[in-house]
């Protein structure tokens, strides 16, 4: 993409290279912090690099930001052919990634984690091009781990993570988040429940499982069907993912009037505002929104993760009083009484929202920016100027 804008090339202002993704988690605080440095410097010349066929590929440039995708996937911890492919993606990727980064010539690689961070990353080095990663979770990836020694500076989430990564290279920023969801930038609460046709003077419950689902939410909710026709005074925005679209539309939950179902949700920030609870899983990027919004939340960490680093993450709130915790496997059957219970306790929720405010952090993208532009050249700085 970046050919047919070849001009940027010649240019003396910061050039970053953004690599990462996968997930939401990884895309969209990526995105954050392009769209800060854009706000410092507005002819940065940015370039993302992504896994091919990953969620990153279609974000990004909607986003308004080039990408080039990698041919690279995770290793399958279980036995399986696919993995036989695994060290030819990871050498045909660093070849790409050399040559991408030849062509491009960036200042500063930053990674977000996922796949496509460790061979760009990799070539970054050898090249001796600055690194400096990112790491969301309050558990670090294998990738970022592995990335550790090759980095400048590795801004984290959670405190306490010397434990994994080299004391000395370690700032403690949050995570970024999307502009939306800032003070200046959030819709009012009657406006947001307008948007998805819900009544303003009633409770909102915004249950949420991601971009493509979660499965035992989604289920918690369709075998529910008799205590939420129930209480019918309670309103659900309910995200149940494009991998159960048919299901849950098609279920008599879905199809209740005090129910709204969405495979998807552009706008965050409208079902965020909306919601007096949130009920999600816990991705590092949905504990940062939670925090920064200040909102009373249940978790039910996904099973399905590496190292099970969401249960870690939800933790962290927990044990602050800053929101409750559901196992997976529970949930199906004690996720809607939870609910109720504290939709209920208006004290109760209005704690849980202040301790999550507490541990927010606010100026997450901005520490990342300034950090990731200390690499950049003066000459190039003043360009702006």
Known sequence: MYQQNSSILESKNPRILISGGGTGGHVFPAIAIADAIKVQFPNAAILFVGAQEKLEMQAVPKAGYPIKGLWISGFDRSFSKRNLLFPVKV???????????????????????????????????????????????????????????????????????EVVFPKEKLVLTGNPVRKSLYPSNRPLKADACKYFNLDPSKKVVFVAGGSMGARTINQAIINGKDSIQSHSDIQFIWQCGKLYATACLESESGKLDHVEVCPFIEDMSMAYQAADLIVCRAGALSIAEICLLGKPAILVPSPNVAEDHQTKNALSLQQNAAALTIKDKDASVELLSEIYKLIDDKDWLDALGRNASRLGFPDATEKLAEIILQYVPLDKKKVEL
Do not use: H
């Open 91 to 161: 050498m045909n990727s660093i070849w790409q990634s050399f040559s991408i980064l030849s062509r491009f010539k960036p200042d500063v690689v930053v990674g977000v984690g996922g796949y496509a961070s460790g061979p760009a990353l990799f070539a970054a080095s050898l090249l001796k091009i600055p690194v400096v990663i990112q790491e969301q979770n309050s558990f670090a990836g294998v990738t970022n781990k592995i990335l550790a020694r090759f980095a400048r500076k590795i801004c984290v989430a959670f405190p306490d993570m």
